[in-house]
């Protein structure tokens, strides 16, 4: 890794950014980390160790990088990416950690047709906390880690593999999946838990009334299930845009599971649905 990736350009240094630059550090012995964001976000990236350097001009931040992580929002990424084609070095890697990967890797296959190698990409880890300050080197520790194609043949390659690797050594679960996958299992897995939320939260704000009643009950599990109410809607507008079919698709399951409970309330049927969900969470507990 220390050979192939010697200049690491990190495209948006804020949670995802950041945190990737945190851990990536302490397995690429040497190699100079810059960042490209706006002037305050890496002047706290620069204080905190999460890049070396940072640059205002994008053409800065790519000369000589070997490895380049774009961590900026789906719709920003598709606009940059020409401008990151044909600024990145031949033979270099450009890799995205975008949410949605069908309407990025799209765009990325127009641009990527020569030069540098582009490999699609989405960290299955966050916070309800984002930007810079809220970087985290243990952020991708035990995380699935979508990775959106395969490995081929050629001196690019190399690096794809070694990227890899540096994801396992940074804790990260590597899965190679096609771009449609990735979207129809995110829709389900992550974008409609952050719905719910939206939805749970604005359930909950509609019945509090004047004296605070019955939010001010409220205990440990409605915050923790209220937790992804806490994501900024600029961090999920072009994740909804550019993956609305997918989940229109689950909304509408969702609403007919809602539908069930509603007509299972007074009967044996309910127990049958608690039974099930606690099936899943036992799948889903034993995967951590």
Not at 189 to 198: D, F, I, K, Y
Not at 221 to 228: I, P
Not at 261 to 280: C, I, K, P, Q, Y
Request: net charge negative; with cysteine; proline share 3%.
């Amino acid at each position: 890794m220390p050979a192939l990736f010697t200049r690491v350009a990190v495209v948006g240094t804020g949670l995802i950014g950041g945190s990737f630059a945190l851990a990536a550090r302490a397995h690429l012995p040497g190699a100079l980390l810059v960042g490209w964001d706006k002037p305050d976000v890496l002047k706290r990236a620069c204080a905190r160790g999460v890049v070396d350097e940072g640059f205002a001009e994008l053409a800065d931040a790519l000369a000589g990088a070997d490895l380049v992580y774009v961590a900026l929002p789906v719709g920003l990424t598709i606009e940059k990416l020409r401008d990151i084609a044909l600024l990145t070095a031949p033979g270099a890697l450009v890799t995205d950690a975008a949410s949605t990967k069908r309407a990025v890797c799209a765009a990325a296959s127009k641009c990527f047709s020569w030069r540098a190698r582009f490999l699609g990409g989405h960290p299955m880890a966050g916070k309800e906390d984002s930007g810079v300050d809220a970087a985290d080197a243990a952020l991708f520790r035990g995380a699935q880690y979508a990775l959106i194609g395969a490995v081929g043949d050629g001196e690019s390659e190399k690096r794809v593999v070694a990227f890899v690797e540096l994801l396992k050594a940074i804790g990260a679960r590597p899965i190679w999946m096609d771009a449609e996958t990735h979207d129809r299992a995110t829709a389900v897995v992550s974008h409609l838990p952050q719905l719910v939320a939206v939805a749970l939260a604005g359930v909950v704000r509609e019945a509090t009334d004047q004296t605070g009643l019955p939010l001010t009950l409220a205990g440990r599990g409605l915050r923790d299930a209220l937790r992804l109410a806490g994501s900024p809607y600029s961090v999920w507008r072009d994740i909804v845009l550019t993956n609305a079919d997918h989940l229109e698709t689950e909304l509408d399951r969702l609403a007919q599971a809602i539908e069930d409970l509603r007509r299972h309330l007074r009967g044996r049927e309910l127990e049958e649905e608690f039974a099930s969900a606690n099936e899943v969470y036992k799948i889903l507990r034993d995967l951590q």
